[in-house]
Antibody, heavy 118, light 112 residues
Framework: QVQLQESGPGLVKPSETLSLTCGVSGYSISSGYYWGWIRQPPGKELEWIGTIYHSGTTYYNPSLKSRVTISVDASKNQFSLKLSSVTAADTALYYC???????????WGQGTLVTVSS | DIVMTQSPDSLAVSLGERATINCKSSQSVLYSSSNKSYLAWYQQKPGQPPKLLIYWASTRESGVPDRFSGSGSGTDFTLTISSLQAEDVAVYYCQQYYSTPLTFGGGTKVEI
């Protein structure tokens, strides 16, 4: 059974960098699939942030591309998200997920709430 | 970007009755070469992450009860719950994966 778990600070100050990690169990990232981040601001819809292939190829949402970096650490079977210059608008529940080669997400982490506030 | 519009925003359905949720994309998500629509449906219960129900517009994910069905092609899609159960109370989202950025609908809240 594939399981994903997000981890990282729940509170980030404005203008700083949000950093989250997604640990994967039950499947080796090196074996394939795409791995991605999705967020959901309180009371709002889901927003795709970006995706990384196990080889390291990345795809980002153009609306966030200038501030986003997604990386993979196959040795630890995890991948990470960095979002720079955060503002209150980046306050959201952040999910990591496994993305099929086609584009739908078949496994999701439980999500972690990140609040941007001083 | 492809905009996904869901309707209604919410609906109340009696136990055992049918629930119908609509999703419309701002452009076609059908690849003519494969004749597949790049459209997925998710269920999100309170305090839980989204759960994949349907992909390719009508293919049920393994383990999903057969009371859930998806239909449609091109730009207009429907998720139907044939006989609503108490555990189906949730918010339902559609998502297109035809092109990046991947985009989701605004969600439809289903209540008893």
């Amino acid at each position: 059974q594939v399981q994903l778990q997000e981890s990282g600070p729940g509170l980030v100050k404005p203008s700083e960098t949000l950093s989250l990690t997604c640990g994967v169990s039950g499947y080796s990232i090196s074996s394939g699939y795409y791995w991605g981040w999705i967020r959901q601001p309180p009371g709002k819809e889901l927003e795709w942030i970006g995706t990384i292939y196990h080889s390291g190829t990345t795809y980002y949402n153009p609306s966030l591309k200038s501030r986003v970096t997604i990386s993979v650490d196959a040795s630890k079977n995890q991948f990470s998200l960095k979002l720079s210059s955060v503002t209150a608008a980046d306050t959201a529940l952040y999910y990591c997920g496994r993305r099929s080669s086609s584009g739908y997400f078949d496994y999701w982490g439980q999500g972690t709430l990140v609040t941007v506030s001083s | 970007d492809i905009v996904m519009t869901q309707s209604p925003d919410s609906l109340a359905v009696s136990l055992g009755e049918r629930a119908t949720i609509n999703c419309k994309s701002s452009q076609s998500v059908l690849y003519s070469s494969s004749n597949k629509s790049y459209l997925a449906w998710y269920q999100q219960k309170p305090g839980q992450p989204p759960k994949l129900l349907i992909y390719w517009a009508s293919t049920r994910e393994s383990g999903v009860p057969d009371r859930f069905s998806g239909s449609g092609s091109g730009t207009d899609f429907t998720l139907t719950i044939s006989s609503l159960q108490a555990e189906d109370v949730a918010v339902y989202y559609c998502q297109q994966y035809y092109s990046t950025p991947l985009t989701f609908g605004g969600g439809t809240k289903v209540e008893i």
